[in-house]
């Protein structure tokens, strides 16, 4: 029985049949496998199972009892094993994931084209969301969680039917719905960017007095600070430190946070607003969605020479054109939008309040400019001329963070709760 080991995952190879003439091989075999003493998991991978006995039940029954349930039943591809594990009840007691259907998306109809993925159609229900940069099976099962979690609570959101295997890279398989993207109705209709602004305000304080499970869902700082691992590539340890400790100043808080809000991740369908591209989503402070869309519709827009030195963006693009790829409407639409957003967002506010809001949104804004200027570099190697404007974008925002303390945030932070 083969075994292989990554990292704190164990992964065992399970033989085409467990039944009595094999029985008390398999046993001796999958007990015989060495587990690492700091191991996560134990995967039994079911690609090749097609038959498995009462007897055979009772072995893995038997073997996930001594790893404490920390077992997952893997790339089950024979439709009659599945329905044993789902009928037997080990689908109740550990993860049973089926093997994922494969696609070739081969000549399908392009829908979209981001940074991360395509969204092909399938048919005239269904469309296909592949990613490109390499995301794992096992991420998006994680992600398939956060969905569910998510659409259990009433966050309007698409939740996706299954992961598929493509030519391209794993993906979800969503159903296909008559909408379009916000930014892209915005375009079309900038006139109605008051009862956008309006809508989307309201979504984003929905999103922040709606409760999330803590023990499913991940803390957003707690990711924001791990993004920043080897940031001092381009700052100093005690730049990094610094960022990090603004970090973990954050109050935490058990909301919802989309953690990548703007209106190209926003949907439409009969004028309702659901949201998409959930993999950053978590629990937090409301302050990281509304930072997110200060980096996206003020930063972006106003701050030229530093998003080319950030993104390495030649001379002869257009930035006009750069910033519409990435707002999906024009820089003019995307700050009438943010300029409308704040206004209803912090409405009852006294001006005093609201000041204070947007200051603290700053220095969080700055932390998502830089998380950005790391991500574009992080893992890879890049030449000087690369790494010199990348810690020039760096000690841009650190010099803009700098000119608050720590000891400022919760005064700043209870101008907040009076929203």
Not at 186 to 191: A, L, Y
Request: with cysteine; charged share 30%.
């Amino acid at each position: 029985m083969e075994a292989t080991y990554e990292g704190e995952k164990v992964a065992i190879r399970l033989p085409e049949k467990i039944y009595i003439e094999n029985a008390q091989e398999v046993e001796k075999e999958i007990f015989a496998i060495e587990l690492p003493e700091d191991y996560e998991n134990v995967v039994l991978d079911a690609s090749e199972l097609r038959y498995i006995s009462s007897l055979g039940l009772r072995i893995i029954l038997k073997y996930i009892k001594k790893v404490n349930n920390k077992v997952i039943i893997d790339n089950v591809s024979d439709d009659e094993v599945f329905k044993i594990f789902v009928e037997t009840g080990f689908s109740k007691m550990v993860n049973v994931r089926r093997k994922p259907d494969f696609v070739d998306v081969t000549g399908l109809q392009v829908l979209g084209k981001g940074a991360i993925g395509k969204v092909y159609k399938l048919n005239d229900e269904q469309v296909l969301k592949v990613y490109s940069d390499g995301r794992s099976r096992e991420i998006l099962e994680e992600e398939l969680e956060t969905f569910r979690e998510v659409f259990a609570i009433g966050i309007p959101t698409m939740i996706p039917f299954r992961i598929v295997e493509t030519n391209e890279g794993y993906g979800f398989v969503f159903e296909f719905v008559k909408s379009d993207l916000l930014a892209n109705r915005i375009s079309e209709n900038p006139e109605k960017i008051p009862d956008y602004s309006k809508d989307m305000a309201d979504l984003m304080k929905y999103l922040g007095n709606t409760e999330l499970d803590t023990e499913v869902m991940s803390s957003v700082s707690k990711v924001m600070e791990r993004d920043f691992d080897g940031i001092e590539c381009l700052v100093s340890e005690k730049d990094a430190e610094l960022i990090r400790s603004f970090i973990r100043a954050t109050p935490e808080k058990n909301t919802c946070v989309h953690g990548d809000l703007h209106a190209g991740n926003i949907m439409l369908m009969d004028e309702k607003m659901l949201l998409i591209d959930m993999d950053d989503f978590g629990f937090g402070h409301p302050v990281w969605d509304m930072a997110q869309l200060t980096a996206v519709y003020q930063e972006l827009i106003n701050e030229e020479e530093i998003f080319r030195k950030m993104f390495s963006l030649p001379d002869e693009l257009p930035y006009d054109a750069f910033v519409k790829n990435i707002c999906h409407m024009t820089s003019e639409l995307a700050s009438g939008l943010f300029d409308r957003l704040k206004t209803e967002y912090f409405a009852g506010l006294s001006e005093e309040n609201k000041n204070k809001c947007l200051e603290l949104t700053k220095i969080y804004c700055d932390i998502i400019a830089l998380r950005y200027d790391y991500r574009t570099i992080r893992g890879i190697e890049v030449n000087e001329e690369v790494m010199r404007a990348k810690k020039e974008v760096a000690e841009y925002y650190l010099s803009d963070m700098k000119k608050h303390e720590i000891a400022e945030l919760p005064e700043l932070f209870s101008a907040w709760n009076e929203i």
